[in-house]
């Protein structure tokens, strides 16, 4: 599956940003999808996470309340609303699939997605 990340951008310390993440090439309702963020000189954490069906999410605590991960499996696309931006949300953001059964000790790690996206970034001004 290919994967497509688009939405980053530059904005100011409260403000909001939309990432979105469309698939092709495969079956998208079929694969728990994740966003991670990457900064520099920092390991990729992962940020939130959807289960296939959407009724089950994952967030890290750093973004707790804040984020919001949303998923449309009649347009494969994966969605991530960030608001209340914070300088240190500023990374790398990765879209990423992951083609096996939901379970929170797997998808906190990256190695456990088989397909990833390009990245956009996101940088937060203070």
């Known amino acids: 599956v290919q994967l497509q990340a688009s939405g980053g951008g530059l904005v100011q310390a409260g403000g909001s940003l939309r990432l979105s993440c469309a698939a092709s090439g495969g079956i998208f309702s079929s694969y728990v999808m994740g966003w991670f963020r990457q900064a520099p000189g920092r390991e990729r954490e992962l940020a939130a996470a959807i289960s296939r069906s959407g009724v089950m999410t994952y967030y890290a605590d750093s973004v707790k309340d804040r984020f919001t991960i949303s998923r449309d499996n009649a347009k494969n696309t994966v969605y991530l609303q960030m608001k209340s931006l914070k300088p240190e949300d500023t990374a790398g953001y990765y879209c990423?699939?992951?083609?096996?059964?939901?379970?929170?000790?797997?998808?906190?790690?990256?190695?456990?997605?088989?397909?990833w996206g390009q990245g956009t970034q996101v940088t937060v001004s203070s």
């Open positions: 990423a699939a992951r083609a096996a059964s939901w379970y929170v000790g797997d998808i906190l790690r990256s190695t456990e997605y088989k397909y």
